[in-house]
């Protein structure tokens, strides 16, 4: 007996412009027709083009139900992208999409919304996030948002959407009921229990009916194909594009020290001509969102004999390069003089960036923060090579000089410059806030699942002797005292406000309402499903 057919996701809505909109969605079959139905009277219709994606798999570690994996095997997934054009701008329109598979069997979604790039003047919600990773509160984070705001208009996502980008269930259907596309469309089904009590949450109804725009995260790139037997193995066997480039001559690049292609095959963003889906800018309404590429590979700080880490190699690597890690080292270029950061002086000097109301920069790796991540400094590994009287690799050593930083030293300065109001950014699994002496507000808020903890007070981050750095265990490295929340700042035993939210129990969202040039953060008690959402932190952009 052959099961109906179904939809892999919901369609959800990318590259909004002043006339038109983009629908996408996902089916685990390639089926004959794909249509989008739109209109007052649903009576328009768009056929959607169909591809394949070409990396998504399943390992030993997918969380799929009823099925046994013992190494990587082919996921088959296609993709459906179909645009609704001759829109008129600030009205929304009803849509639904129908697949029809081989056999003729058809499935279509419930109807939603679409509507075109918001113009100038139109007030928006616009829903800040980042580093979901399918962490256990996303799915009430979620909930919480629409319950509390109702529909967004946007979302900007600062990186680490999931955890594995080439595991085609952490996208889509991960059992455990908090996979990316559920979470962001209502239809997750994730259960927490506290004292007894379980709770069972949907995740919010989002994308659906507001576009999405990404950064990419340390977490959307994949590393080395075909090396190992599992995909966690080669998500962190990552090496750098000129190290490749001596140890696979002739071989592809991109197969061969690290890619985004799965990411760049699922979304479809705006492009720069040196970027493409990398880094870009767009106008939406009131706003110029600037999007970069500024993420490291993450390697562990520890030194052992087992791991390849951000200070050292592992021992039994020391005789064979090819097994090296090279470091915590940078994916795209932002230093001075690199084409992004020349890209990005362009944009910064362009009319629609210097013409909007609001200018916004995200990005995934923070330049202030008190999280762990912030150290070692963002810049090239200083690699050094320790032998013995005969030759022999004894210790293979990496230092981060923190006056290179590139963040700080480069990037930083030029936004001062150009009247950037607010930078966005994840990484750290907490939210924090810091405003630069010229106002320039700096938010991280992905403590939105859960949180690694932060360096204040009597918490200190591990700075290993082996580097030669000045980093400080406790408070921002660069220099900023965090902002303690505006409205309702949790508190210490001692009953002194905390400036940052940094809690396993606690998740938070931030909203940026166009309209007033205000932004809001919340938070959720976990251990209190019936408790009310919190507003604790609001600022406006100047």
Known sequence: MVSAPHLL???????????????????????????????????QSRLAKTSKLSRTREDQQSKVANTTINQPVKRHIWRHAAEVTGLTPGVRVPYFVMSVREDGASVRSDVFTLATTPERGQAMKILLTSDHQLKPMIAANLQKVVET??????????????????????????????????????????????NGVETIYTGGEIIQHAPMFTAIGNHEVMGRVGRSNSLNNEFNDTIPRAVAEKLYRGKSLIDNSFNTQTYEEIFSLPESESGGKKYYA???????????????MWRTQKINTVYRGRYTEAVQDLDNPENWGYGQFIFEPIAKGSEQYNWLEAELDSEEFQQAKYKVVMFHHPPHTLGDNIVPAYTDPVQTIERDHKGKITAVRYEYPKDTDYINRDLVPLLEAAEVQLVLYGHSHLWNRFISPSGMQFLETSNVGNSYGAAWGNNKREILTVSQEDYIAVGDPYGLEPVVPSIAPLLREDNQPIPYIASNDITVFSIFNTGTGIVTSYYFDMRKPDSDVVKFDEFKLK
């Open 282 to 296: 767009v106008s939406f309404g009131d706003v110029r969102l600037v999007v970069l590429y500024v993420t490291c």
């Open 149 to 194: 705001v109702g529909q967004i208009d946007g979302v900007w996502f600062a990186g680490d959407l999931i955890n594995v980008s080439d595991r085609a269930s952490e996208w889509f259907d991960d059992h455990r009921g908090g996979a990316f596309f559920p979470a962001l469309q209502g239809r997750a089904n994730y259960k927490m229990a506290h």
């Open 9 to 43: 996701t919901d369609p959800f809505l990318q590259l909004p412009t002043t006339n038109s909109v983009q629908v996408v969605w996902f089916t685990e079959f390639a089926g004959q027709e794909h249509v989008v139905y739109y209109g007052e009277n649903l009576d």
